[in-house]
Nanobody, 124 residues
Framework: QVQLVDSGGGLVQTGGSLRLSCAAS????????MGWFRQAPGEGREWVAS????????HYSESVKGRCTIFRDNPKNTAHLQMNSLKPEDTAVYYC?????????????????WGQGTQVTVSS
């Protein structure tokens, strides 16, 4: 059974940075496409970014493009989301997710495994 553990959230001021991490266990990490999603209070879950199996292809939502970088370290079974120039509208619970479907996906229903979420709060 694949398990994902999210970490790295916190409280930052507008313009600050955070690096979210996702540690995976229980599967062959390099066989999974990884994604990050977020859910703001009262909102549905929103796709943020995805990365293919070997990290060569990355994709971003328009809301974070240019401010966030998704990357992975397959030997360490980790994926990360570096977030810069944070805005109050980035405030949400962030989830990493994994799917065997490739080369990438932005669709929540295509992801099989999910982390528990990590809270990101950006103060104005």
């Amino acid at each position: 059974q694949v398990q994902l553990v999210d970490s790295g959230g916190g409280l930052v001021q507008t313009g600050g940075s955070l690096r979210l991490s996702c540690a995976a266990s229980g599967g062959i990490f390099s066989s999974f496409v990884m994604g990050w999603f977020r859910q703001a209070p009262g909102e549905g879950r929103e796709w943020v970014a995805s990365i293919d199996w070997n990290g060569e292809s990355t994709h971003y939502s328009e809301s974070v493009k240019g401010r966030c970088t998704i990357f992975r370290d397959n030997p360490k079974n980790t994926a990360h989301l570096q977030m810069n120039s944070l805005k109050p509208e980035d405030t949400a619970v962030y989830y990493c997710a994994a799917t065997r479907l490739g080369p990438w996906s932005r669709h929540e229903f295509e992801y099989d495994y999910w982390g528990q979420g990590t809270q990101v709060t950006v103060s104005s």
